[in-house]
């Protein structure tokens, strides 16, 4: 089993910035990929980040170029910076874990205009 938890959400306005963290426990030892995943009120959840083990990435075209992923395998920590923020990103983001299908309780972005 692996624990996910996220943190760092809050509220900002249009143009701030944001760092979540995702902090992992239990059997770290099967992740090969850590996602940031983000559901916004009556959408479906969808993919924003990806950071493989290897450390290559991948991003949704909404974010490309604002949005960051990285991990630091110290820590069993991955952080979203997420910079130039706007209303359409307001959501509640999660972490994922593909192996064993692990998600954490998400954390609640909200970006004012």
């Known amino acids: 089993q692996v624990q996910l938890v996220e943190s760092g959400g809050g509220l900002v306005q249009a143009g701030g910035s944001l760092r979540l963290s995702c902090s992992a426990s239990g059997n770290t030892f099967i992740i090969n990929a850590i996602g940031w995943y983000r559901q916004a009120r009556g959408k479906q959840r969808e993919l924003v980040a990806l950071i493989r083990s290897g450390g290559s990435t991948n991003y949704a075209d909404s974010v490309k170029g604002r949005f960051t992923i990285s991990r630091d395998n110290a820590k069993n920590t991955v952080y979203l910076q997420m910079n130039s923020l706007k209303p359409e990103d307001t959501a509640v983001y999660y972490c994922?874990?593909?192996?064993?299908?692990?998600w954490g309780q998400g954390t609640q972005v909200t970006v004012s205009s």
């Open positions: 994922h874990v593909g192996v064993g299908d692990h």
